[in-house]
């Protein structure tokens, strides 16, 4: 057992190691072990396999709004290495938005039910980009990968000792663990720093993040999303709360922000 234990652990350290690295914004440690060039291939191809499979708008309004407010947003993230593309899907009944690695945005028409305005589109597309910026898809994938590598290394040492009911139990635990015990409360986690993020990027940007509330509050009420527990999203009402909660300190980010935009016109009109 002790064996086992040193194999693991020198595999997991030996990795962890290679991928440390931190989040913008909110400065979380994470764990990515997946190339940013091969990521945004990957994203790249995503971005193929759409736009065959799905019916692209033409509404000259919603794909103007998107990108618009798509551009303004991806102005303040500082990703200069992202070839940013802003899509609206032609699907009124999905109310839906993604940033796929390398700024490949998408929003569903069917969102626009929710959206009165550029800020609360804003809020939308900044926890979008949000993800993709914070690579929480790279993240997702290398904690996969690093299951794998570690129930691999597991079940080849417990099998080439000859005790085929401890590599049962090892892997039994491993996949619970990797599926109920990680994946789920660290996508939420993925969620709510997602929204963090958002904000920021909204009130950089000169959009107010109170716009993220009202938002939310009319998504809540519109029965799109299942159960907290039963999705890797937060509930409505959980996300409102914590968002409520982080408002009060971006919002001098926003001031800031709209001050300058202010001169800024001034100057030009003068």
């Not at 962890?16 to 990521?39: D, H, M, W, Y």
């Not at 709510?192 to 993020?197: F, G, P, Q, S």
């Amino acid at each position: 057992m002790k064996f086992i234990k040193k194999i693991t652990f020198s595999v997991i350290l030996t990795l962890l190691l290679i991928g440390c690295s931190k989040v913008p914004i909110t400065g979380r440690n994470q764990f990515i072990i997946v190339n940013e060039a091969e990521e945004m291939q990957l994203g790249i191809q995503s971005e193929k396999e759409i736009l065959k499979s799905q019916k692209i708008s033409h509404n000259p309004q919603q794909n103007a709004m998107v990108e618009r407010v798509g551009r303004r947003i991806a102005n303040v993230t500082g990703k200069k290495n992202f070839k940013w593309e802003f899509f609206v899907i032609d699907n009124n009944k999905e109310a839906n938005a993604f940033c796929l690695p390398g700024g490949k945005v998408f929003v569903y028409s069917g969102l626009f039910k929710y959206i009165a305005n550029d800020a609360e589109l804003a809020a939308v597309l900044g926890h979008e980009i949000g993800h993709a910026i914070a690579r929480h898809g790279a993240e997702r994938m290398s904690s996969g990968i690093l299951a794998q590598a570690g129930g691999q290394v597991l079940q080849s040492v417990m099998a080439g000792r000859g005790n085929p009911q401890n590599t049962a139990m090892v892997m039994g635990a491993f996949g619970v663990g990797t599926q109920l015990g990680v994946m789920l409360p660290h996508s939420r986690k993925q969620e709510y720093e997602a929204d963090h993020i958002g904000l920021v990027l909204m009130a950089k940007a000169g959009y107010n993040p109170h716009s993220a509330l009202t938002f939310w509050e009319k998504f809540s009420k519109s029965g799109e999303t299942p159960p907290e527990y039963l999705s890797t999203h937060p509930a409505p009402e959980h996300r409102i709360a914590t968002l409520r909660k982080l408002i009060p300190k971006v919002m001098p980010i926003y001031q800031k922000n709209i001050h300058r935009t202010y001169k800024r016109k001034y100057r030009a009109i003068k």
